[in-house]
């Protein structure tokens, strides 16, 4: 076959033409020996990509909450609880907005509409600074009023996410504390009332309900209330907190973390951290006030940090060895840190 092949190139295909593609063959073939090499400094240098940027900022604008949810550590919390200075706020916007930085979660241990006065300040000012930047609230819509529903709606605000943790009021007001159910509820249906009543599909609205002991009997009911009339009804997992939460907790499977690769989490006081889930700074990796983001993102704690996920050591960070929720992130991703791992393998 080999000879029947090289008898039609010697005939058809002048000699300069043989020899450029038996050039290319050999080139192509030692590439081919290599490609576990060459994938693995492509995940690196993708790995360096992310560490230069976060894609995204959660910026907890205010730390004092109305409710007391059963699943929730802040209670516990020795950090000041206050509203962000704008001086600070508009410090990291400005630095987002030099860093490309286009989406925002607007919260941390804290309810945005506590922020009576404030919260219209920190939308309006990250979508004057930022037009094109999606803006995601988490609320527990309790003080979610018709005009801050209106608001929501005219100042273009992407999504809006509230759990709503029970199909009944005897169950959620077990779990959200100091909340009430009908008024919860009001609320979340008015601002899809007032969506539609403008003829706009935003923001979107996603209802959850986290799964825990006191609620568990009521999911299939809570997903058939919410099921077309909310944007998207979740069934999310009971997060332990990194082991704060003394609530029974499933573990999963343990995967390298994304959130350390995408999401920067800032508190109202400045304290960056490495996940969402370090409620109480245990793991301080700087602070916004006398920092900037980048030098934040790209320190040597955070790069360490990932290293250490991506290599399968994430139990050596105090944090993560308590955590019953890596989140693995998308098949891309994960990918990349197979790769990643063994370009740090190759380079012994
Ligand atoms: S493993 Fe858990 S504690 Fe560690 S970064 Fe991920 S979510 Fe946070």
Same mark, same amino acid.
């Given at each position: 076959?080999?000879?029947?092949?090289?008898?039609?190139?010697?005939?058809?295909?002048?000699?300069?033409?043989?020899?450029?593609?038996?050039?290319?063959?050999?080139?192509?073939?030692?590439?081919?020996?290599?490609?576990?090499?060459?994938?693995?400094?492509?995940?690196?240098?993708?790995?360096?990509?992310?560490?230069?940027?976060?894609?995204?900022?959660?910026?907890?604008?205010?730390?004092?909450?109305?409710?007391?949810?059963?699943?929730?550590?802040?209670?516990?919390?020795?950090?000041?609880?206050?509203?962000?200075?704008?001086?600070?706020?508009?410090?990291?916007?400005?630095?987002?907005?030099?860093?490309?930085?286009?989406?925002?979660?607007?919260?941390?241990?804290?309810?945005?509409?506590?922020?009576?006065?404030?919260?219209?300040?920190?939308?309006?000012?990250?979508?004057?600074?930022?037009?094109?930047?999606?803006?995601?609230?988490?609320?527990?819509?309790?003080?979610?009023?018709?005009?801050?529903?209106?608001?929501?709606?005219?100042?273009?605000?992407?999504?809006?996410?509230?759990?709503?943790?029970?199909?009944?009021?005897?169950?959620?007001?077990?779990?959200?504390?100091?909340?009430?159910?009908?008024?919860?509820? &009001?609320?979340? +249906?008015? %601002?899809?009332? $007032?969506?539609? #009543?403008?003829?706009? /599909?935003?923001?979107?609205?996603?209802?959850?309900?986290?799964?825990?002991?006191?609620?568990?009997?009521?999911?299939?009911?809570?997903?058939?209330?919410?099921?077309?009339?909310?944007?998207?009804?979740?069934?999310?997992?009971?997060?332990?907190?990194?082991?704060?939460?003394?609530?029974?907790?499933?573990?999963?499977?343990?995967?390298?973390?994304?959130?350390?690769?995408?999401?920067?989490?800032?508190?109202?006081?400045?304290?960056?951290?490495?996940?969402?889930?370090?409620?109480?700074?245990?793991?301080?990796?700087?602070?916004?006030?006398?920092?900037?983001?980048?030098?934040?993102?790209?320190?040597?704690?955070? &790069?360490?940090? +990932?290293? %250490?996920?991506? $290599?399968?050591? #994430?139990?050596?960070? /105090?944090?993560?060895?308590?955590?019953?929720?890596?989140?693995?992130?998308?098949?891309?991703?994960?990918?990349?840190?197979?790769?990643?791992?063994?370009?740090?393998?190759?380079?012994?």
């Amino acid at each position: 076959m080999r000879t029947f092949v090289r008898g039609l190139a010697a005939r058809f295909i002048p000699a300069r033409g043989r020899q450029l593609l038996g050039t290319a063959i050999e080139s192509a073939r030692s590439r081919a020996y290599s490609l576990p090499v060459v994938g693995a400094r492509f995940a690196a240098a993708s790995f360096d990509r992310l560490q230069r940027a976060p894609r995204q900022l959660n910026i907890e604008v205010t730390s004092i909450c109305n409710a007391r949810c059963i699943m929730c550590p802040r209670e516990k919390m020795t950090r000041p609880m206050e509203p962000m200075s704008r001086a600070l706020y508009e410090k990291i916007i400005g630095e987002a907005a030099g860093l490309g930085i286009k989406r925002f979660a607007l919260n941390g241990y804290g309810e945005i509409f506590s922020a009576k006065k404030d919260y219209r300040y920190f939308i309006t000012h990250l979508l004057a600074r930022i037009p094109d930047a999606r803006v995601i609230i988490n609320t527990n819509a309790s003080l979610m009023t018709e005009e801050a529903a209106a608001f929501l709606i005219d100042a273009g605000v992407d999504t809006v996410h509230v759990d709503i943790d029970g199909a009944t009021a005897e169950t959620y007001e077990k779990i959200r504390v100091n909340l009430h159910y009908d008024l919860v509820v &009001r609320n979340v +249906r008015r %601002l899809l009332e $007032l969506r539609k #009543a403008r003829g706009g /599909g935003f923001p979107k609205v996603r209802v959850g309900i986290i799964r825990q002991p006191a609620n568990e009997h009521e999911v299939g009911q809570f997903v058939a209330q919410w099921e077309g009339v909310a944007d998207y009804v979740c069934r999310d997992f009971l997060v332990n907190r990194a082991g704060s939460v003394g609530l029974p907790t499933e573990r999963n499977v343990r995967n390298a973390c994304a959130l350390p690769w995408f999401e920067l989490n800032l508190y109202a006081d400045g304290s960056a951290v490495l996940c969402c889930d370090d409620w109480n700074v245990e793991e301080p990796l700087g602070n916004a006030r006398t920092q900037t983001i980048a030098e934040i993102w790209r320190g040597p704690r955070f &790069r360490e940090f +990932r290293a %250490l996920q991506a $290599l399968g050591r #994430a139990g050596e960070i /105090g944090l993560c060895s308590k955590c019953n929720w890596a989140r693995p992130g998308a098949g891309w991703f994960r990918k990349h840190v197979r790769r990643y791992a063994e370009a740090r393998g190759t380079q012994g």
